[in-house]
């Protein structure tokens, strides 16, 4: 008949561990900080469930009998494994391992992310993060339904059920080839755009556009002549002098490799700003929170890099 594991104590396997190495039940209650009489209590439950001596005494000598011989090894496994799992665990409770799934959009999620997820791996190398590609218009969404721990990107309407913090702000800023006619400027006016065929990368980018310009004159409004699915598509699109785009200026981390220069956009200058998410009603592990609290000061160091882009 199987024994009932909840009739085992670890405290009466380390006793009869200690006893069985140190051939002494006072030398057991020395290491274990307990008394002889608590030893050969602890001992003699663990005999009463095993239904089974596990040493023989004499004056002299404690030896293990042949049953605790055999039992021996097992009652260390559950000590080794026990003790794994007490490091295991302090190792989660000081966020130094566990698993964390982080959500971003493509310009986010293969530059900055993976940089930051680097650095922090250094100090905390049993950490394991995943990033998973989010459209920007999912982020808020992916956090919700605890399809990723964490999320990072632009700006949205967030429920009760999401926290939003800033990590930083980034300009809305015009993308062009050096060829571009808005190239020879140093900022452009809203009221310029209306000359120059744009692309939009992505429909968050459109309605966003869209939205810094609702109050704005009707002569003012931009409307895309063309709407791609990705930021890098539109980068390509403007590197060849076919339109210009319209994105945060921490896109530069990219922009830069298309040959693009960076123009302000003024009349009104338009921020948009770079959210860490994470949920507001279900517990984020200690190693989505350490990494969430690194991630807000890394952000902000990692920005300004961004836009390092060289004009011509």
Not at 68 to 83: C, K, T
Request: proline letters at 4%.
């Amino acid at each position: 008949m199987p024994v009932a594991l909840s009739r085992f104590s670890l405290r009466q396997i380390e006793a009869f561990s200690a006893i069985a190495e140190l051939h002494s039940f006072s030398g057991a209650g020395e290491r274990l900080g307990m008394t002889s009489s608590a030893i050969s209590q602890l001992l003699a439950e663990l005999e009463s469930i095993l239904g089974f001596r596990l040493f023989d005494r004499t004056t002299r000598r404690v030896t293990l009998s042949s049953a605790g011989r055999d039992f021996l090894a097992s009652a260390e496994s559950v000590l080794r494994h026990a003790r794994a799992a007490e490091m295991a665990a302090a190792d989660v409770r000081q966020r130094a391992a566990g698993v964390v799934r982080i959500g971003a959009p493509l310009v986010l999620a293969s530059t900055a992310i993976p940089a930051a997820i680097r650095e922090y791996l250094i100090d905390r190398p049993k950490v394991v993060i995943r990033i998973r590609d989010v459209a920007v218009e999912s982020l808020v969404d992916s956090v919700a339904s605890a399809d990723v721990d964490l999320a990072v990107g632009p700006d949205r309407a967030t429920p009760a059920s999401v926290q939003s913090d800033v990590a930083f702000d980034s300009r809305w800023v015009l993308w062009c080839a050096p060829s571009h006619p808005l190239a020879s400027l140093k900022t452009v006016r809203w009221s310029r755009l209306r000359e120059v065929s744009l692309v939009a990368a992505g429909r968050d980018h459109e309605r966003s556009v869209a939205q810094m310009l609702v109050n704005a004159p009707t002569d003012a409004r931009i409307t895309p002549v063309d709407v791609v699915g990705s930021v890098t598509t539109a980068l390509g699109i403007a590197s060849q002098g076919l339109a210009a785009t319209l994105a945060p200026a921490y896109v530069g981390v990219l922009a830069r490799h298309f040959g693009l220069v960076m123009r302000r956009v003024v009349g009104p200058e338009t921020i948009r700003h770079v959210c860490v998410y994470r949920s507001a009603v279900r517990a984020v592990s200690p190693a989505a929170e350490g990494f969430a609290e690194f991630l807000l000061g890394w952000l902000k160091k990692w920005e300004p890099e961004t836009t390092r882009v060289r004009a011509r």
